[in-house]
């Protein structure tokens, strides 16, 4: 069964970064075609794509935010790290991360998601 | 960056009747499409992917459709339990947008 849950900071200051953890369970970042997601959700807004990370260490990011997200993997943990700089206002949101199907890609299962508030 | 549309933002429909929400997008994107489901306060489930393909457990009134550029999420006979928001995802090219969700309401 697999099993994500998404961890940090519940607020965080304009200017300062967030790091969001997502510790997984049920499968292996180091099996081929998997890959584990981040997409965030403003309170009342729509789904945002952010960044994907797979088992060959192939990263994807929005372009919009690319040059503000860092995403890694820790196989042995089976976590992945998301990195936000200069954290503003406009990105209070849910943070949810989601197992990418080996298959093809969509987002089969998610974490529970965590709320981050910007705010100072 | 593609771009994806959908169509109605809200519909407002009753128990027991069939229907239809459209997702365009902006350039092919072959079969990669994805179509979730949320409701308030939890994360999106999958329902559909790769077009058409129903995810395990989720129940035949739902079925997607669709080629190249517009697709589409049927729901046969609604169920009290199907009234949420609904998004459409393609996953063909980085970055793997969403549309902008439909909300389906209780008329």
């Known amino acids: 069964q697999i099993t994500l849950k998404e961890s940090g900071p519940t607020l965080v200051k304009p200017t300062q970064t967030l790091t969001l953890t997502c510790s997984f369970s049920?499968?292996?970042?180091?099996?081929?075609?998997?890959?584990v997601g981040w997409i965030r959700q403003p309170p009342g807004k729509a789904l945002e794509w952010l960044a994907l990370?797979?088992?060959?260490?192939?990263?994807r990011y929005s372009p919009s935010l690319k040059s503000r997200l860092t995403i890694t993997k820790d196989t042995s943990k089976n976590q992945v790290v998301l990195t936000m700089t200069n954290m503003d206002p406009v990105d209070t949101a849910t943070y949810y991360c989601?197992?990418?199907?080996?298959?093809?890609?969509?987002?089969?299962?998610w974490g529970q998601g965590t709320m981050v508030t910007v705010s100072s | 960056d593609i771009q994806m549309t959908q169509s109605p933002s809200t519909l407002s429909a009753s128990v027991g009747d069939r229907v239809t929400i459209t997702c365009r997008a902006s350039?092919?994107?072959?079969?990669?499409l994805a179509w979730y489901q949320q409701k308030p306060g939890k994360a999106p489930k999958l329902l559909i992917y790769?077009?058409?393909s129903l995810e395990s457990g989720v129940p035949s009134r739902f079925s997607g459709s669709g080629s190249g550029t517009e697709f589409t999420l049927t729901i046969s006979s609604l169920q009290p339990d199907d009234f949420a928001t609904y998004y459409c995802?393609?996953?063909?090219?980085?970055?793997?947008?969403f549309g902008q969700g439909t909300k389906l309401e209780i008329k």
């Open positions: 989601a197992h990418r199907t080996i298959g093809g890609g969509a987002l089969d299962i």
């Open positions: 049920g499968f292996s970042l180091s099996t081929t075609g998997v890959g």
């Open positions: 990370i797979y088992w060959d260490d192939d990263k």
């Open positions: 350039q092919g994107i072959s079969s990669w």
């Open positions: 790769k077009v058409s």
């Open positions: 995802q393609q996953y063909n090219t980085s970055p793997y947008t």
